[in-house]
């Protein structure tokens, strides 16, 4: 049986200006809000009434605050990134690394963006196995990826990549190393690997950055 309510429907009037009174702050949300109209042959009462945006003390409803609608695809905000080609070989017993673009080249494509890069994309490519320098790109039970090599790749924020290669100008192997703070997912939300999936909050703090 549900609950009864706390009037019925005659005592509705006497119930409201109670409420009134008993509770001030309640008053502008217990008043009728105008509605904004615009002339529409289509409707079926010539109006088209506009959303109510606004309560009378200038405030903004709860449900337009909650229910704005941004989880639709159409306000997600797309992120823009750019790539870099790192090629790892190991040439006469030598590991070298090469980028492509190399850093300085990157920057000033970057700076040609509208809108600026959101992410670094690094895609790495281990051509002739995965050389101790990077056995930190690998886990430790990937002893078949650590004699064949393969790819991998380093996703993170452009604050971050340039924190990084900050980093990398200070050493002597001309090597890349870790980014520091883990990696993005992919925005799109295709990846659910043990990786991305700890790490989607990086990527809500860079879309909440981009709001």
């Not at 409420?19 to 088209?48: D, E, F, H, I, Y």
């Not at 990696?183 to 659910?192: A, H, L, T, V």
Request: proline residues 12%; positive net charge; aromatic residues 6%.
């Amino acid at each position: 049986m549900p609950p009864r309510m706390p009037f019925t429907l005659p005592e509705l009037p006497q119930w409201r200006d109670a409420m009134r009174t008993a509770v001030p702050p309640l008053l502008p949300a217990l008043q009728p809000v105008p509605r904004k109209r615009t002339p529409n042959p289509a409707s079926k009462t010539g109006w088209t009434e506009a959303p109510q945006e606004f309560l009378p003390d200038g405030s903004i409803p709860m449900a337009r605050q909650i229910f704005a609608g941004q989880n639709h695809p159409k306000n997600r905000k797309k992120l823009t990134h750019i790539d870099q080609w790192v090629e790892i070989r190991i040439e006469e017993g030598k590991t070298t690394t090469r980028l492509y673009p190399p850093n300085d080249q990157l920057i000033e494509e970057a700076k040609e963006m509208l809108p600026p890069p959101d992410l670094v994309y690094r895609r790495l490519n281990f051509v002739d196995g995965v050389p101790p320098e990077y056995e930190w790109a690998i886990g430790k039970e990937d002893a078949d990826v650590r004699e064949r090599g393969g790819c991998g790749i380093q996703r993170m924020t452009a604050d971050t990549w340039l924190q990084v290669i900050a980093r990398e100008k200070l050493r002597d192997d001309g090597h890349i190393g870790r980014t520091g703070v883990g990696n993005i997912p992919r925005p799109d939300g295709k990846c659910d690997c043990p990786v991305c999936t700890a790490n989607k909050g990086l990527l809500d703090a860079v879309l909440r950055a981009k709001v």
